[in-house]
């Protein structure tokens, strides 16, 4: 099955791939609109045997529980098959709600420079 970005409005997700991962850039709101479509492209990664997955939150412009709630179901089914996902980049507000809900230590959080 090929990887392809999905896009709903001003959400994409873009796929790309580096040295030993799958970077996914998430851009515009990760929500109950759009959290679907990235738990699908995540669920996909998954199936295909991706063991590390990088989503890079820099360009998210707003993320609500669901959209966390579908970052936590990705997570889960990760280590389920010995996977690892992480977050890159996550604006203040996003990282804001990681800490509320204590999931900054839940997640491998990763920010550039």
């Known amino acids: 099955m090929a990887l ?3 896009s709903y409005g001003d959400f994409t997700t873009p796929v790309r791939f580096d040295e030993d991962d799958v970077v996914v850039e998430v851009r515009g709101e990760l929500d109950v609109a759009t959290a679907p479509l990235l738990q699908d492209l995540l669920d996909q990664l998954v199936a ?3 063991r590390r997955v990088s989503v890079d939150l820099a360009e998210t412009s707003f993320v609500d529980s669901t959209g966390l709630g ?41 920010a550039s420079g």
């Not at 990705?74 to 098959?81: E, G, I, S, W």
Request: glycine share 4%; aromatic share 2%; proline share 4%.
């Open 4 to 6: 392809s970005e999905r």
């Open 70 to 110: 579908a970052l936590l179901v990705a997570l889960r089914r990760m280590q389920a098959h010995d996977g690892r996902l992480v977050l890159k980049n996550p604006r203040p507000a996003a990282l804001r709600l990681l800490e509320v809900t204590a999931l900054e230590h839940v997640f491998t959080i990763e």
């Open 48 to 50: 295909e045997g991706t």
